[in-house]
């Protein structure tokens, strides 16, 4: 079965401070990996995804992720955090398969960046 | 840039009754999806659905729920008969065919079961 875990319910960063929100994963074989985030009511909204090669990937908003296979994770992080990232972040799991397997999500981390 | 669209955006309903939530998925995308997101808690897949056939569901798409995709811009959601526990927000998504294994959210319909 496939898991997700972000340990951290709150991260609290100051404005312009690099930021990092923690996730880690359980599936068989290899994942294909995703963050999204939620502004207040809002929808999710894509941020970036690992499928493979490069480990450090690329995403909307200055944001990247990277991926490290022995530790099962795949943390968010931006180098200098803005007041307007303040939000809820998910990640996602999706085991690399054929077919249309649902994404599995952890429970979210809640961002807030202090001026 | 193209998006889901949802609607209603809130929909307040009498326990026993029947809803349906529609989404309009992005026009090119061929897989299509439901999850659900009880306030303060993590979003949990209903449904996937691809080539007019249901493709995986999860226990809590009972026989109270079904989809359908009328025609070839609407999916839909159907609650035969809201319970309390139903109350969510409930999210539409939908993929590209391919090697594109991200989903695109729609806004959400936020379902109240008095």
Not at chain 1, 35 to 58: A, E, M, S
Not at chain 2, 63 to 84: A, C, H, M, Y
Request: aromatic residues 14%.
């Amino acid at each position: 079965a496939q898991s997700v875990a972000q340990p951290e319910d709150q991260v609290n960063v100051a404005e312009g401070n690099p930021l990092t929100v923690k996730c880690t994963y359980s599936v068989s074989g290899n994942p294909y990996l995703f963050w999204y985030v939620q502004y207040p009511n809002r929808g999710l909204q894509f941020l970036l995804k690992y499928i493979t090669g490069d480990n450090l990937v690329k995403g909307s908003y200055g944001f990247e992720a990277e991926f490290n296979k022995s530790q099962t994770s795949f943390h968010l992080k931006k180098p200098s955090a803005l007041v307007s990232d303040s939000a809820l972040y998910f990640c996602a799991v999706r085991a690399r398969n054929s077919g249309n397997t649902p994404l599995v999500f952890g429970k979210g981390t809640r961002l807030s960046v202090i001026a | 840039e193209p998006e889901v669209t949802q609607t209603p955006s809130h929909q307040v309903t009498q326990m026993g009754q029947e809803v349906i939530l529609r989404c309009v998925p992005i026009s090119n995308h061929l897989y299509f999806y439901w999850y659900r997101q009880i306030l303060g808690q993590k979003v949990e897949f209903l449904v996937s659905f691809y080539n007019n056939e249901i493709s995986e569901k999860s226990e809590i798409f009972d026989d109270q729920f079904s989809v359908e995709r009328p025609d070839g811009s609407n999916f839909t959601l159907k609650i035969r008969s809201t319970k309390l526990e139903d109350s969510a927000m409930y999210f539409c998504a939908s993929r590209r065919q391919g090697d594109s294994p991200e989903q695109y959210f729609g806004p959400g319909t936020r379902l109240t079961v008095t």
